[in-house]
Structure formats: structure tokens, C-alpha cells
């Protein structure tokens, strides 16, 4: 059974930094891309995120273009979303995906994802 497992939210200070991290298990995503998305409460869900398989290509929401930095260690099946100079419109519930048919493609939308984490809580105070 597959399972995403996001860890390193938290609460912290505008201008602060977290580092997300989202463990697989229950399969191998070396091939896959893997995302990051995020929701707050009455809006929809949002694209954060990207990297290809081999971690060589990325997309960003050009709301965190500049400050996040997304990235994937192959043999840990792990991915890592690094957040700096964070804002109080960064709340939110993080979520991690993968895309289990696209290997070079990072795609914004939801539906394109199969396999979601339980998300990992991200609070920003002003």
C-alpha cells in the first residue's frame, strides 16, 4: 500500500523558513514527478510545486517563486520542499503527490496526481 508521509510544518514568524518533508513508502517513485500543494480553508486546493524524476527541472507558483525551493532525494524516496522568507498567505495545509505517469512533465493540476499525503500543517504569523 502506498503511503506519503509529510512532516515539518509547524508555526513560525513571517520572514521565517520550514522545511517540508514527504517520505514514500509502499512503492518506488524514482520515475515519477512528485509535487507539493496547498489549501486553506474555502479556497481550492493549489499547485505549489514541482520536480521531474530527476530532480533536474522544477516549477513553482509564481506566488513562491524566488522563496521555495523544491527538491528530491531518489534513493530516500523522499522529496523536500525548503520555505524561506515565509508569509502570513502561506498558511496552510501542505500536501505532497505523485504523479505516477508523468516522469518529465510537472503538471499544476490536482486530478493529474494519484497518490496524496495526509498533510502537514503550515502556520504563519504576521
Known amino acids: 500500500q502506498v503511503q506519503l508521509i509529510e512532516s515539518g510544518g509547524g508555526l513560525v514568524q513571517a520572514g521565517g523558513s520550514l522545511r517540508l518533508s514527504c517520505a514514500a513508502s509502499?512503492?518506488?517513485?524514482?520515475?515519477?514527478?512528485m509535487g507539493w500543494f496547498r489549501q486553506t480553508p474555502g479556497k481550492e486546493r493549489e499547485f505549489v510545486a514541482g520536480?521531474?524524476?530527476?530532480?533536474?527541472?522544477?516549477r513553482y507558483a509564481d506566488s513562491v517563486k524566488g522563496r521555495f525551493t523544491i527538491s528530491r532525494d531518489t534513493d530516500k524516496n523522499t522529496a523536500y520542499l525548503q520555505m524561506n522568507s515565509l508569509k502570513p498567505e502561506d498558511t496552510g495545509v501542505y500536501y505532497c503527490?505523485?504523479?505516477?505517469?508523468?516522469?518529465?512533465?510537472?503538471?499544476?493540476?490536482?486530478?493529474?496526481?494519484?497518490?496524496w499525503g495526509q498533510g502537514t500543517q503550515v502556520s504563519v504569523s504576521s
Open positions: 503527490a505523485v504523479d505516477r505517469h508523468r516522469s518529465t512533465l510537472v503538471t499544476t493540476r490536482g486530478p493529474d496526481y494519484d497518490y
Open positions: 509502499g512503492g518506488t517513485f524514482g520515475s515519477n514527478v
Open positions: 520536480v521531474t524524476w530527476s530532480g533536474r527541472a522544477t
